[in-house]
C-alpha cells in the first residue's frame, strides 16, 4: 500500500486575503483623517455642511490658535505647502481635461477649519496665500448650535 501525503491548497486563502486587502484599500476614508479633531471650531447657528456631492475636489486646512497650519499632525509651512497643492489641483484638473490659465481659477474648494481662538488677521494671511495660489472658492467650518 502507499502512502499519499495530503498538503493543502493555499490557493483560495490567499485569494480571500487578497480581496480583504484590496476591500480595506478601496473603502478606507483619508479624509476624515486629515481633520484635525482638537480644534475648537467656532459656532454659528447657520452652519451646514459643505455641499461638493463628491464633484469637487477638496483642499481642508486646519489653522490653530497661533495661525499654524496642521497636516495630519504636523506643522506645516503655509506657503510651501499651498503652492505644492496648488499643482496638484493643476495637475489634477488637467487630467480631467480642464484648462486652466496661468493664474486663473482652480477648481478646488478650500475647507479653512479654524479654531475659533485664531485672531483673524492670521486667517486672512492662509486665505490671501490660497488666493495668490489661484484657489477661489472657500468654505469656512464651524459648528451649529446644537453640535455644542
Do not use: W
Not at 480583504?20 to 484635525?36: E, H, P, Q
Request: with cysteine; charged share 20%.
Amino acid at each position: 500500500m502507499e502512502s499519499t501525503e495530503g498538503t493543502p491548497n493555499l490557493t483560495p486563502i490567499l485569494d480571500m486575503v487578497f480581496q480583504l486587502i484590496t476591500f480595506f484599500m478601496l473603502v478606507i476614508n483619508f479624509k476624515s483623517a486629515s481633520m484635525d479633531l482638537t480644534l475648537r471650531l467656532p459656532v454659528v447657528g447657520s452652519a451646514r455642511p459643505v455641499d461638493h456631492q463628491g464633484e469637487v475636489d477638496l483642499l481642508v486646512l486646519n489653522i490653530n490658535d497661533k495661525g499654524d497650519l496642521n497636516v495630519y499632525g504636523i506643522k506645516k509651512d503655509i506657503d510651501q505647502y499651498i503652492a505644492g497643492e496648488a499643482v496638484t489641483s493643476r495637475l489634477s484638473a488637467r487630467g480631467k481635461g480642464i484648462k486652466i490659465e496661468p493664474g486663473g481659477e482652480l477648481p478646488t474648494t478650500v475647507v479653512i477649519r479654524a479654531d475659533r481662538s485664531t485672531p483673524f488677521y492670521l486667517l486672512n494671511r492662509v486665505i490671501q496665500a490660497c488666493q495668490q495660489n489661484g484657489f477661489r472658492n472657500f468654505a469656512l467650518k464651524a459648528m451649529n448650535k446644537e453640535q455644542t
